[in-house]
């Protein structure tokens, strides 16, 4: 057995140690405002329920290990004192994890997710429309756990409201596993869905990917792609040019034959099947051809 003094590693390697071994975990989905009202939404995976009378959540946004500073979602907390707590559920997944990208402060990021806000009733931040469960709480207390890059910060949050879509609801009114289809995470890529184990979701970019917002609107509004679709569209740090879309296109004579059907939604079953085999630049390319041709 290989046994490890935790001094004895740098705190990237003791992390992944921890987040690989206590496994799978659920995601906090955090909603956050700053003090000027200016929305902030950011996944944890350090997180639980610690309690159900009074009803209280535990998440905590570590401080980065690469410089010790701290995430705009705990200054958010400190400032305000409230924050809506959103499940993840596998059709949700890649936008939540393209919300994970650092952009910079005041970017929003339910804007670059795809994700909707709506009001909550009795707290400020918003909550995740597609998410199939939400809680608005208050934080009733914060806990630094220490100053170096790594560290936890608790923020002990009290449910003060809850909502629920009803879809994933059983006939005794009772939330069904296998219908919310909730996600949890692991070490690396890995998570874990209720309804069928392992999957990877590649990390975003450590540069800024463009966001669903930038992808154009006959992509977003198309009936072929969902959520996820979009979120990985979401998560690339450039688009293609017409040089590389060319050579693509010139090369892989099933896109040439979509292309030439002048049938759009053949063109977006093309992209979509890209999508689902982990290549979206061969989707971004497929989608951007005609417009480029």
């Given at each position: 057995?290989?046994?490890?003094?935790?001094?004895?590693?740098?705190?990237?390697?003791?992390?992944?140690?921890?987040?690989?071994?206590?496994?799978?975990?659920?995601?906090?989905?955090?909603?956050?405002?700053?003090?000027?009202?200016?929305?902030?939404?950011?996944?944890?995976?350090?997180?639980?329920?610690?309690?159900a009378?009074?009803?209280?959540?535990?998440?905590?946004?570590?401080?980065?290990?690469?410089?010790?500073?701290?995430?705009?979602?705990?200054?958010?907390?400190?400032?305000?004192?409230?924050?809506?707590?959103?499940?993840?559920?596998?059709?949700?997944?890649?936008?939540?994890?393209?919300?994970?990208?650092?952009?910079?402060?005041?970017?929003?990021?339910?804007?670059?997710?795809?994700?909707?806000?709506?009001?909550?009733?009795?707290?400020?931040?918003?909550?995740?429309?597609?998410s199939?469960?939400?809680?608005?709480?208050?934080?009733?207390d914060?806990?630094?756990l220490?100053?170096?890059?790594?560290?936890?910060?608790?923020?002990?949050?009290?449910?003060?409201?809850?909502?629920?879509?009803?879809?994933?609801?059983?006939e005794?009114?009772?939330i069904?596993?296998?219908?919310?289809?909730?996600?949890?995470?692991?070490?690396?890529?890995?998570?874990?869905?209720?309804?069928?184990?392992?999957?990877?979701?590649?990390?975003?970019?450590?540069?800024?990917?463009?966001?669903?917002?930038?992808?154009?609107?006959f992509?977003?509004?198309?009936?072929?792609?969902?959520?996820?679709?979009?979120?990985?569209l979401?998560?690339?740090?450039?688009?293609?040019?017409?040089?590389?879309?060319?050579?693509?296109?010139?090369?892989?004579?099933?896109?040439k034959?979509?292309?030439?059907?002048?049938?759009?939604?053949?063109?977006?079953?093309?992209?979509?099947?890209?999508?689902?085999?982990?290549?979206?630049?061969?989707?971004?390319?497929?989608l951007?051809?005609?417009?480029?041709g």
């Amino acid at each position: 057995m290989l046994t490890i003094d935790p001094k004895s590693l740098s705190p990237m390697q003791l992390q992944g140690y921890l987040q690989s071994a206590i496994a799978p975990r659920p995601i906090a989905f955090a909603s956050t405002v700053d003090k000027n009202g200016k929305p902030n939404l950011s996944p944890f995976s350090f997180f639980n329920i610690f309690s159900a009378n009074p009803p209280i959540l535990v998440f905590s946004p570590a401080r980065r290990v690469r410089d010790n500073s701290i995430k705009h979602t705990l200054i958010n907390c400190q400032d305000t004192r409230e924050v809506v707590i959103n499940v993840v559920n596998y059709d949700i997944v890649q936008q939540m994890s393209l919300s994970s990208t650092e952009y910079a402060e005041g970017v929003n990021e339910f804007a670059k997710s795809g994700l909707t806000p709506v009001p909550s009733h009795l707290v400020k931040p918003y909550r995740v429309q597609e998410s199939p469960v939400q809680f608005e709480c208050k934080v009733n207390d914060i806990i630094a756990l220490g100053t170096e890059g790594g560290a936890g910060n608790l923020i002990i949050c009290e449910v003060v409201k809850i909502h629920i879509n009803e879809a994933v609801l059983d006939e005794k009114g009772t939330i069904d596993p296998e219908k919310i289809d909730l996600v949890s995470r692991l070490g690396g890529n890995w998570y874990s869905r209720a309804k069928a184990g392992l999957f990877e979701v590649e990390k975003p970019l450590a540069t800024l990917g463009i966001g669903v917002d930038a992808i154009p609107t006959f992509i977003r509004e198309s009936a072929v792609f969902n959520g996820n679709d979009l979120g990985k569209l979401g998560n690339v740090e450039a688009l293609p040019t017409a040089a590389e879309i060319a050579i693509f296109v010139n090369a892989n004579v099933q896109v040439k034959a979509a292309l030439s059907s002048a049938d759009e939604q053949k063109v977006h079953e093309k992209a979509k099947a890209f999508l689902d085999a982990g290549e979206v630049l061969s989707a971004w390319k497929t989608l951007l051809a005609e417009r480029v041709g």
